[in-house]
């Protein structure tokens, strides 16, 4: 899972700024869902969402809430994980990259959450540095020497990767589940000196940008200074890319293609911080809204799924999934039963060819800016925002099938649709203590 990558951010997908051969290829060896949707538009959320198999009206974790000094506000004891059903079916699992589903040696922990193994950044506030003073492995702080001061010699998520390819060797002849969540693309534009030089001059005009480089915030979640912006995002699109091909190699050397489904996708849309330039390369396609938008930009994200011998390639799929879709998908995949009152959809029949149950609908929430809601009804698509000052404020509707890139509000001409819309999002809307569309206005 990439860590804000727009739909566009993929050569196959159309960025014409640089190429992403290793996930073009695996596209064309399975299947591309050009309608699935990210669990949210921001970072917690979206991930508690594919932990969990529920929307953000029901899911644990409803938004990005810091626990000071590190972390974020934590999964709860009662919540279930597809994590730990595969644990109790016999799975090792191993998570590698960033978590920010609850703060170190709390019971959001990965290691209390059905993970085995954890390495790299466990805050998504830290996670927005490259090149960090700490990473941790389980539930040890491993400081890196390497980056001491302001030394820049050890990069994050090289450290992650090798971490990652280390665990499927180990894991070969056993059931095991990888989740890595990388942090590449987001936040601060860095990447190793090598892998900039490949593209500096190369996408012109370059954008320059100041950034925090000393003080308090400086490696704790600020954003470093990077004159190549441009070079710089191209350059970590390009790591990304490396490391997608460096897994599929190694399951393939390992002798385990075969029983090995490869899945990938971006947690929402493209980022507009750090110095990043998503209107330069098109990152959300032709698709309307950011991060933090729960417009198509916001939350439509590729999905790529491989699976030799089991999934036909070069197959396009224009099934309506979501995140919360991932833990039934898992479990039919395991012959594991899955949990009941979850909102997901198991998607295995549309991967392997045959008939697929489908959503009614798909539901999301977002206590930021104002707070929002949003619900995929068929080809109908409403966006309710500023619930924060008007919980029953107007709800804008589009038709997904003739306007994509949601330009024209047609809520006064459907007023039976705009109904159903607010009807259902009255109903999956269930309270929370810690994430409210008030709280987030305070």
């Not at 538009?41 to 009206?57: D, E, F």
């Not at 974790?61 to 999964?75: C, D, F, H, T």
């Not at 090792?92 to 960033?98: E, I, L, M, P």
């Not at 919980?391 to 809520?411: F, G, Q, R, T």
Request: charged residues 25%; aromatic residues 12%; contains cysteine.
């Amino acid at each position: 899972m990439a860590d804000d990558l727009g739909y566009g951010d993929l050569s196959f997908t159309g960025q014409e700024k640089f190429q992403t051969p290793n996930i073009d290829k695996l596209a064309r060896d399975g299947i591309f869902f050009t309608q699935h949707y990210s669990g949210s538009t921001v970072c917690a959320p979206s991930r508690s969402s594919l932990m969990t198999g529920l929307h953000t009206g029901h899911t644990f974790i409803r938004g990005n809430k810091e626990i000071e000094p590190e972390g974020q506000y934590p999964l709860d004891s009662t919540v279930v994980t597809i994590a730990e059903r595969l644990k109790e079916a016999g799975y090792v699992t191993g998570a590698f990259g960033k978590w920010g589903l609850g703060y170190p040696l709390s019971e959001g922990n990965p290691n209390n959450q059905g993970f085995d193994e954890f390495y790299g950044y466990n805050c998504q506030r830290i996670g927005h540095n490259y090149y960090p003073y700490h990473m941790w492995n389980n539930e040890t702080k491993e400081i890196i020497e390497g980056n001491k001061v302001k030394n820049t010699n050890v990069y994050g998520p090289e450290i992650i990767h090798q971490k990652a390819l280390s665990f499927i060797e180990k894991n070969k002849d056993n059931p095991f589940f990888m989740y890595y969540p990388s942090i590449i693309p987001h936040a601060e534009l860095a990447a190793p000196e090598e892998y900039i030089d490949k593209f500096r001059g190369k996408l012109l005009p370059e954008k320059e940008y100041k950034g925090v480089d000393e003080g308090p915030g400086y490696k704790n979640g600020g954003y470093g200074s990077q004159k190549d912006t441009h070079a710089a995002f191209a350059a970590m699109m390009y790591i990304l890319d490396e490391q997608v091909g460096e897994i599929r190699k190694k399951v393939e050397d390992m002798g385990i293609a075969e029983n090995t489904i490869i899945l990938f996708t971006s947690d929402n849309g493209p980022h507009q911080e750090g110095g990043a330039d998503p209107d330069y390369f098109n990152s959300n396609a032709q698709f309307r809204g950011y991060k933090r938008d729960l417009y198509e930009g916001g939350i439509r994200v590729p999905l790529i799924a491989s699976w030799k011998g089991k999934i036909k390639p070069n197959i396009t799929s224009d099934h309506v999934s979501a995140f919360w879709d991932f833990f039934p998908t898992a479990c039919d995949i395991a012959w594991i039963d899955k949990p009941e009152n979850i909102d997901g959809i198991s998607f295995l029949p549309e991967l392997l060819g045959k008939p697929q149950k489908k959503h009614e609908y798909l539901y999301w929430e977002f206590h930021e800016h104002g707070g929002k809601q949003a619900v995929r009804l068929g080809d109908w698509k409403g966006v309710r925002l500023n619930m924060s000052e008007n919980p029953d404020s107007s709800i804008e509707l589009y038709n997904l099938a003739l306007d994509p890139d949601e330009k024209n509000n047609v809520a006064e001409q459907n007023p039976e649709v705009v109904k159903k819309i607010s009807h259902i999002m009255e109903k999956e809307h269930t309270p929370s203590k810690e994430f409210s569309f008030k709280y987030e206005m305070n």
